[in-house]
Structure formats: C-alpha cells, structure tokens
C-alpha cells in the first residue's frame, strides 16, 4: 500500500483555495489563501461538509500479449503482430456521490514500488480518523479470456488496426495489487441538495485532484465534467512497444484499452462473487525485487520483435553495421551477415527463455491453452 503523505489538514488547506471560488464562498477565499501559502499565521481555510481518507484497491500489470492482427492502410494481416503492453488496470469504486461514469486511473509515471509498504493495521487510521478500505472485488487475470470474447467490431483499433480476438495470447502476465490513498470531500453549493465532489490523490505532495459537481440523490442522471487539476487524467492503458514504429497506431491502442476497461458491463464481466485469489501465482507483490525481473523480459521481448522486424526487410547489400540495444553487428557477406542476425536472435531468445520466472513457467505447465 502506499501510505498517506500528509494528513487530513494539509488536504483541506491544499483545496481551500480552489473549493472556496468554486462553490462561489468568496468570504472563504482568502482565509483559505492564507492557510496555503502562509501555514502556521492561524488562517482557516474553508472547510468541507465531508472528508474521508480512503484505500482504493487497485492493480498493476505487467503484461505481454500476442495477437494476429491488420496494421496497414489496407488491412493487410501482418504474420507476426506482437505488442509488449503495460496496463493499469484499476478498481473500479461505486460511490453514491461519485458518478462512476468518469472511471479514473489513479496513476502516474512517478509511482514507485519503494514507495510503498506492506499493508498493516497502522495503515487503517489516518490520524483520528478510520481510513475506509474498499475490497478487492474485481481482478485482470481473467482479462484476456475476455479480450478474446470480443467481436470484430469491437477488435476494430483504429482504421487500418484491427485485430483477431480469438487469436489474443498472454505470453506473460502478472498482476500487482495495491492500495491508493485518498481523500474524499464534499463541499456544499448554492444550489439545495448539490455538492461539489472532489478526489484527491494522497500518495504524493501536493496530490493531482478532480472535482465534479453530484447531487445528494443517487438518482440524479447529471454528470457534469470532471474538473482536473495538477494534471491530465491518466490512461488505463501504457504501452513498451510500439507497434512497427507505428506512433499514431499505439496511442489508438491506448486509448482504445483505456476505453474497452469501461465499457459497460466490463465491471460485472471481471467481478467475482467470490473472494479474489491471491495465492494465484500470477499475482505478485508488487516489488522491485518482483517488477524488474518481469520489465527485464518484456524489454528483451522487445528487443526481439525489433531484430525479427529487422530480419524481414534486410537489403541483399548490408549496411558496414546494424545495432541492437546493446549489441552491434559488423559488416560481412551478404549470407554471412543474415546468419549472424539469426544467430543473435537465438541467443537473445535463450536468454530471455532462461530469465522467464519461475512462478510463470508453473503457472502456464498447469494451464496450458488458457490465461
């Protein structure tokens, strides 16, 4: 879990400023000015209706998936479509004043896992306060049997990517849960029965946020934008390799993973009544010492799909050297040249087999045809 990096008053005085002219208190502005750039001078910063120190349960993965797939401006089927993707797949929380219809991913590219810490009592109180920990109901191990339920319709990327769902194969997937802290808080608008919601990511200072006005009734149908501030949402999806190079192929990938984690009904496809096994060898703890094996491989995997990319298009009249990664090719005969590529992607490919973890060779020996 990551634990909260301030309290329950660095929180309120952190929005004062924006909630008290957001919610049009102008008698509140300065006081809550005060109380964030001059802490200690006794300024009181508008104070919310409700806040509430939460523990989201989240996952992190560390996928790899294969898939036969049409990437061309004239759908052509490419013989070997093998994209590395890195994928945050987060829980998604119902709560009656948060319309579930802006899903967020609460991640950043500054998330670390010497950040986090093991998951102890101590961590249920935040201050004087209970921090209210949500469970994990929902898990991504079942996420490719899903993706391979999909239509060709919905397998349609972008123009010109598509792919076939059937075809879709984890070569790797691990699966990291953590919990995220936030704080929840109301503020009161002028309007009776509405409130100005607001999300406040409490794993770092000073803590992205995002705000969108609720009503007190669930039954309300509005949802107004969401407000974002310290950053752009981020997205679900992120990926390590792109395809063929393809710049404006892998952004349509992302945001079409993001977009596919939320389709409606996803969340009770991946639910599960029953509790979600952790003793799943395929979920890890998320650690160095377990994430940089795994990225370790993905990286080589990448490494490989560049030099078979490379193999494919070789000119009969080979360049005075080639470079891959850290390995460079010296200029040679044309056979002899070819030869040496195939040889270095054989011994790339062993290394890779041998850095393959362990829980993942069991894993797939006992589960052969699924994932």
């Known amino acids: 879990a990551f634990p909260f990096a301030f309290s329950k008053d660095e929180a309120i005085a952190h929005l004062g400023p924006f909630a008290s002219s957001s919610t049009w208190n102008f008698p509140s502005v300065l006081p809550s000015l005060g109380a964030k750039y001059l802490p200690g001078f006794g300024f009181i910063p508008m104070q919310p209706a409700q806040i509430q120190p939460i523990y989201l349960p989240a996952w992190f993965v560390d996928a790899e998936l294969q898939a036969n797939a049409w990437l061309s401006p004239h759908n052509s089927e490419s013989e070997d479509a093998q994209q590395v993707l890195q994928v945050f797949l987060p829980h998604l929380f119902f709560i009656p004043y948060f319309p579930a219809s802006n899903p967020l991913a609460f991640i950043n590219k500054n998330m670390d896992p010497r950040q986090t810490v093991p998951f102890s009592e101590t961590l249920t109180r935040q201050s004087s306060d209970n921090v209210m920990c949500l469970p994990f109901t929902i898990t991504p191990l079942s996420l490719p049997e899903q993706v ?3 239509s060709f319709t919905q397998a349609t990327v972008c123009d010109g990517f598509r792919f076939h769902p059937a075809s879709v194969k ?29 999300i406040l990511e409490a794993y770092s200072k000073p803590g992205r946020f995002f ?3 609720t009503a007190a009734s669930t039954e309300d149908p509005s949802s107004p934008d969401l407000i974002t501030h310290g950053g752009k949402p981020s997205l679900f ?31 009770e496809i991946l639910a599960s009544d029953d509790p ?12 160095r010492d377990e994430v940089l094996p795994v990225q370790d491989w993905l990286n080589l995997g990448a ?16 360049p005075d050297s080639t470079s891959f990664g850290p390995l460079k090719v010296e200029r040679m005969a ?23 973890p362990e829980w993942w060779k069991q894993w797939s020996t006992g589960n052969a045809g699924q994932g």
């Open 276 to 287: 979600i096994n952790m003793d799943d060898p395929r979920v890890r703890e998320w650690t």
């Open 170 to 198: 984890p070569n790797l997937l691990a699966a990291y849960p953590v919990l995220i802290p936030i704080y929840l808080m109301r503020y009161p608008l002028a309007t009776p029965s509405t409130y100005m919601t607001v």
């Open 237 to 267: 999806a992120q990926l390590k390799l792109i395809p063929r190079g393809d710049t404006v192929a892998a952004g349509a990938l992302e945001n079409w993973l993001s977009a596919t984690l939320f389709e409606p009904g996803m969340t």
């Open 303 to 318: 490494e490989i799909a560049g030099l078979k990319d490379t193999l494919k298009v070789t000119p009969k009249s080979p």
């Open 211 to 213: 705000a969108q006005e």
């Open 334 to 356: 044309g056979g002899d040249f070819v030869r040496s590529l195939k040889n270095t992607l054989k011994k790339l490919e062993r290394r890779r087999n041998d850095l393959t």
């Open 148 to 150: 391979r339920k999909l």
